[in-house]
Every structure is written in structure tokens, then in C-alpha cells.
T-cell receptor, first 112, second 110 residues
Framework: DGGITQSPKYLFRKEGQNVTLSCEQNLNHDAMYWYRQDPGQGLRLIYYSQIVNDFQKGDIAEGYSVSREKKESFPLTVTSAQKNPTAFYLCASSVSGRTEAFFGQGTRLTVV | QKEVEQNSGPLSVPEGAIASLNCTYS??????FFWYRQYSGKSPELIMFIYSNGDKEDGRFTAQLNKASQYVSLLIRDSQPSDSATYLC??????????FGKGTHLIIQP
């Protein structure tokens, strides 16, 4: 089945730790995105990548890092510099030249 | 700063009636407009997109775009209880990713 897979579904992190969220797609999409959603809020763009080995900061990139070594994969690292990391993280992808984005199932990160 | 504004609701609509959801955006360079449905605790699901002024219909859903007024709307005809969800308006202004509104919480009353 084609789709976008995020793992894990739930993640708990201790303060001061870095954690990496996985996002894999087998849709052959060129563009991939990471969003963050807080309760009662819309989605805010963290990072996006239009092509392998290239990515751009979104509106709230501070405290996050990404890599795009393969077309299928766009992992997000939440670093200890992110002051309020508890949120619902959503990965999305789209075909290059088209703009509809399709989402994975999300990772809910909680700092304990 | 690109902004997308939606009334947070809740918007309560009787079953079988038409639900009307509205959205305004700030960037006149926006080219593509999307409506996503999000059930509680789940990820957003694309239900409609529109690129040109006017109406676009897909089943019970109609998206309406007025670029001069910077206004997008979504109509849901014959509303069903399963339509109860949060509806997110999203706008794309190249070369960036989508900018989302905070969503409208829709409740369909049986």
C-alpha cells in the first residue's frame, strides 16, 4: 500500500534529550514537510524539502533539525534547544509541481 | 507574515442542512487553496482543493474561491453526523509550504 508512515505513534522524551521522528513515504513524492500542531491550533511549518539533499526552514525551525539523504525519508530531530517540544508532529508529502499535500498519521511527542 | 483566518466555532448545524465554512487569507500571491478535515486525535485528510476563482463541486462538497476578496469557503450539503470534525483551511504561496488556519470545529446535530 502506498502512503506516508510516521513512527513512533507516541514518544516520550526527558528534558535535555534529543529525539528523532521518522517519516517515510513510498508515493515517489519529491516534496516533504514537517508540521507541528498544538491543542486548538492550526499546523505550523517547521521544515520542508523539495528535493534530496536540500531543505528550507519554515516558520518555527528553531530547536529542530532535518536531513533528506533519500527521496523516501525525511527524519526530524527535536533537539534540547526546543523549549516547548510537547506537540503533535505531522509529516506530509506532495508531488513536485502539484501542491496537494498528504499527511502521515502523526507522532505525539510528550516531554516528561 | 502570511495569515489564514477561520472562525474557530463551534459551528452547530442540524443533520441534513448545509454547513458553510469560511476562510480569509492575507497573501495576495497565494495560488492554491485547500480544505482538510481533521477528526480528534487524527491527522488531516484532504477533502477539496481549488486553484481558480469560482466554484468547484465534488459530491456533497463545494469549494468557493474569490481571489479579489481573498476569501475561500467550503459548503457541505446534506450534512451527516460523520461530518463532525475540525475543518482546516490551507493556502499555498510558492515557494513555501502550506499555511494553515486554526480550523473551524463543526458539529452536526442528529
Amino acid at each position: 500500500d502506498g502512503g506516508i508512515t510516521q513512527s513512533p505513534k507516541y514518544l516520550f522524551r526527558k528534558e535535555g534529550q534529543n529525539v528523532t521522528l521518522s517519516c517515510e513515504q513510498n508515493l515517489n513524492h519529491d516534496a516533504m514537510y514537517w508540521y507541528r500542531q498544538d491543542p486548538g491550533q492550526g499546523l505550523r511549518l517547521i521544515y520542508y524539502s523539495q528535493i534530496v539533499n536540500d531543505f528550507q526552514k519554515g516558520d518555527i525551525a528553531e530547536g529542530y533539525s532535518v536531513s533528506r539523504e533519500k527521496k523516501e525519508s525525511f527524519p526530524l530531530t527535536v533537539t534540547s534547544a526546543q523549549k516547548n517540544p510537547t506537540a503533535f508532529y505531522l509529516c506530509a508529502s506532495s508531488v513536485s509541481g502539484r501542491t496537494e499535500a498528504f499527511f502521515g498519521q502523526g507522532t505525539r511527542l510528550t516531554v516528561v | 507574515q502570511k495569515e489564514v483566518e477561520q472562525n474557530s466555532g463551534p459551528l452547530s448545524v442540524p443533520e441534513g442542512a448545509i454547513a458553510s465554512l469560511n476562510c480569509t487569507y492575507s497573501d495576495r500571491g497565494s495560488q492554491s487553496f485547500f480544505w482538510y478535515r481533521q477528526y480528534s486525535g487524527k491527522s488531516p485528510e484532504l477533502i477539496m482543493f481549488i486553484y481558480s476563482n469560482g466554484d468547484k463541486e465534488d459530491g456533497r462538497f463545494t469549494a468557493q474561491l474569490n481571489k479579489a476578496s481573498q476569501y475561500v469557503s467550503l459548503l457541505i450539503r446534506d450534512s451527516q453526523p460523520s461530518d463532525s470534525a475540525t475543518y482546516l483551511c490551507a493556502v499555498k504561496s510558492p515557494p513555501d509550504g502550506l499555511t494553515f488556519g486554526k480550523g473551524t470545529h463543526l458539529i452536526i446535530q442528529p
